[in-house]
């Protein structure tokens, strides 16, 4: 397996290299370095908060963002952790002991669907969340109950991620994201991290309209070998950013 990008954040890197294969997990590891790519960014830029799971599952992305954290922030991560134990809630807790940042994490045991805003914010008040990474239940009804709560969550200045878009198994999610979108037309898909393989899949990146350009460029600079050329057409004015771990594009000079 090629060595990891990274990310920038030496303790992100360290983890995402050395340990993101010894926790339980669905995301792939280029989405981990471009995640904490981001929230990198945001700190050099000021744009303070804390990073929020709906999905910690046994936490092998919210381990690798959590180190991206700064100051007083907090990684605060949600599951109902039935699924496919109970068990995997000390799963959790161990690897976070282990390989994360025990004094930043909150791990909380909630079905996000009973989960308002105001729940939210008071887990950590006096900030808002500057890194949302929605990876829950893949029914219309709680992708558009998570995006809603993650948008209201959400600082200003900072982004929505959204895994398993355009996989093989749940081909309907962007629908439900379109509609969300449709009501909410100050988000915009500024990032299509390409999916690795089945089972560590395409995620999106949201943010609002005045910090479309600032996130693309920011991450064609973090990223300049991974950028497909062609873009994402989400019929706005502008393409959006696609990174992958792979971005080729055929070559047909032979036909010209
Ligand atoms: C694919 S796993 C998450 C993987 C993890 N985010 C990662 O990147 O490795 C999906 C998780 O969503 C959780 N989940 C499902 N429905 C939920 C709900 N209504 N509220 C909170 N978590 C839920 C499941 O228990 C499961 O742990």
């Not at 929230?39 to 908060?49: C, F, L, P, V």
């Not at 729940?119 to 969340?129: E, Q, R």
Request: net charge negative.
């Amino acid at each position: 397996m090629n060595a990891p990008l990274k990310s920038g954040i030496a303790a992100a890197d360290e983890y995402i290299e050395r340990h993101y294969f010894s926790v339980h997990g669905m995301s792939s590891r280029f989405a981990a370095a471009v995640g904490a790519a981001t929230m990198r960014i945001q700190s050099e830029h000021g744009i303070a908060g804390h990073f929020a799971e709906i999905g910690a599952f046994a936490g092998r992305y919210f381990i690798a963002l959590s180190h991206a954290l700064t100051g007083d922030e907090k990684a605060i991560g949600f599951d109902t952790f039935h699924w496919p134990s109970p068990k995997v809630k000390t799963k959790l807790e161990e690897n976070i002991a282990k390989y994360g940042a025990p004094g930043r994490s909150i791990v909380v045991a909630a079905d996000s669907l009973k989960l308002s805003a105001k729940d939210l914010v008071a887990l950590a008040p006096g900030k808002k969340v500057r890194f949302f990474h929605v990876d829950g239940e893949h029914t219309p009804e709680h992708l558009s109950n998570d995006l809603a709560l993650a948008t209201h969550t959400l600082h200003e200045r900072g982004v929505i991620c959204l895994d398993d878009m355009l996989h093989a198994g749940y081909p309907t999610l962007p629908v439900t994201v379109h509609e969300f979108l449709k009501c909410e037309p100050s988000l915009r898909v500024f990032c299509v991290i390409d999916r690795e393989d089945i089972a560590a899949q395409t995620k999106y990146m949201i943010c609002r309209e005045p910090m479309f350009d600032f996130y693309i460029e920011q991450l064609i600079g973090a990223f300049p070998d991974n950028v497909w050329p062609l873009g994402a057409d989400f019929r706005y004015d502008k393409k959006a950013l696609v990174l992958s771990p792979d971005p080729k594009l055929p070559n047909f000079d032979d036909l010209l």
